[in-house]
């Protein structure tokens, strides 16, 4: 059974950049039919997405963030990263990762997420 | 960000059916696309709960179900159980932000 597992480093300093790892099990991340994607989710607040990736490498993403996101992908492990520069206060949420069905167009297998923090 | 709008909380007794509208525009489900709903009961990740605007995932119940109009969507629970605690968003794209987007969210309580 296909499951996606958020990592990171932690708290994160204002202006700094935050980074996260996905790590698929129980599948690959090698699939036609599948993006990869990113949601966030600030407390107390509703979901947001990020951006998603294919696993060649190609990867499209949220206007509102794009000038500050990069999502990559490594098969060789199985992963993808997202990495999000300048961050504010605002940018502090547990952040998601996902399974992409691109056919249907729905996040279908979600990670437990992770908390970051963006403070000084 | 939220551009599909619901309703803040619903609630019902135990047994009862309860509505959670989902109102976009002609630029998300007004254009044709599908709508998603998802399931988060308190301090867990979303769960998919329906896809395509009536299908259900294996092992979601019967007692829900969805549905789509011109420029909304509707999720229903009947037979409302305690289990059902939890928030419930929808989830579309819009072509004129060119992404993805999530409503803002329904607490169902029972």
């Known amino acids: 059974q296909l499951q996606v597992q958020e990592s990171g480093p932690g708290p994160v300093k204002p202006s700094e950049t935050l980074s996260l790892t996905c790590t698929v099990s129980g599948g690959s991340i090698s699939s036609n039919s599948y993006y990869w994607g990113w949601i966030r989710q600030p407390p107390g607040r509703g979901l947001e997405w990020i951006g998603s990736?294919?696993?060649?490498?190609?990867?499209y993403y949220n206007p509102s963030l794009k000038s500050r996101v990069t999502i990559s992908v490594d098969t060789s492990k199985n992963q993808f990263s997202l990495r999000l520069s300048s961050v504010t206060a605002a940018d502090t949420a547990v952040y998601y990762c996902?399974?992409?069905?691109?056919?249907?167009?729905?996040?279908?297998?979600w990670g437990q997420g992770t908390m970051v923090t963006v403070s000084s | 960000q939220s551009v599909l709008t619901q309703p803040p909380s619903v609630s019902g007794a135990p047994g009862q059916r309860v509505t959670i509208s989902c109102i976009g525009s002609s630029s998300s489900i007004g254009a044709g696309f599908d709508v998603n709903w998802y399931q988060q009961p308190p301090g867990t990740a979303p769960k998919l709960l329906i896809y395509?605007?009536?299908n259900r995932p294996s092992g979601v119940p019967d007692r829900f179900s969805g549905s789509k109009s011109v420029t909304s969507a509707s999720l229903a629970i009947t037979g409302l159980q305690a289990e059902d605690e939890a928030d419930y968003y929808c989830?579309?794209?819009?072509?004129?932000?060119?992404?993805?987007?999530f409503g803002t969210g329904t607490k169902v309580t029972v």
């Open positions: 996902a399974r992409h069905d691109v056919t249907n167009d729905v996040f279908d297998i």
């Open positions: 989830q579309s794209y819009d072509s004129s932000l060119s992404g993805y987007v």
């Open positions: 395509g605007n009536t």
């Open positions: 990736i294919y696993y060649s490498g190609g990867a």
